[in-house]
Each structure stands twice: as C-alpha cells, then as structure tokens.
C-alpha cells in the first residue's frame, strides 16, 4: 500500500508555528494592533504610545518585519512601519474573535 501523503508538508508547518511564536509576546501583539487602528507610525510614536523604550520597541519591530509581519518605508529621517498585508490583519482578527469567544463562554 503507498504511504499517504501528510496533507501538509514538515517545512510549511515549522514555518507555521515559527510565525505563531512572533504572537508570543504581548509588546508585539500591542505593536501589530497599533499598526491596525493607526494605519503607520514611526518607531518613535509606536515607543510613546506603548510607553516603551525606543530600544525595546526596535528589537520588537526587528522581529516583526523579519516574520514579516510589518513592512516600512522612509520617510525624511524616519521610517514608518505598517502591517505587511492583509493576512496580517486577518490573522488579527480571528485570534481577537476567538478569544472573544471563549471568554464570553467562561460567563
């Protein structure tokens, strides 16, 4: 009998739950919907208005356009980030429906 084909391949899934990490650490996700409700803002609005040192959220920015989760373009002197497509906000989302979801089902 021939061996059944696994319906996903073992590379897309370590890359799956590689960019599930990214969703790991909650100055990241505060970045991503900041991205989300702002549109664009440069990493030193992102630092103010999360209340975060510009080193902090530049490691953090790092980390998102390298999962490319965010994407920037420059502006004079500063770069503007925003989030890389609308997967991004997809995948948003559907993590804030369902949590959403479950805490209505703890009441």
Do not use: W
């Not at 080193?55 to 965010?70: E, F, G, Y």
Request: charge should be positive.
């Amino acid at each position: 009998m021939p061996k059944k084909k696994p319906f996903f391949d073992e590379k897309t899934l370590i890359e799956l739950s590689e960019l599930f990490k990214v969703f790991g650490d909650s100055t990241r996700v505060k970045i991503l919907f900041l991205l989300f409700k702002k549109g664009g803002c440069s990493g030193k609005e992102i630092s103010e208005e999360l209340s975060v040192s510009q080193s902090a959220t530049s490691h953090q920015l790092r980390i998102l356009k390298n999962a490319r989760l965010v994407k920037n373009v420059r502006e004079g002197q500063s770069l503007i980030y925003s989030l890389a497509d609308s997967h991004v906000v997809s995948i948003l989302n559907q993590g804030i429906e369902h949590v959403r979801e479950i805490n209505s089902r703890r009441i």
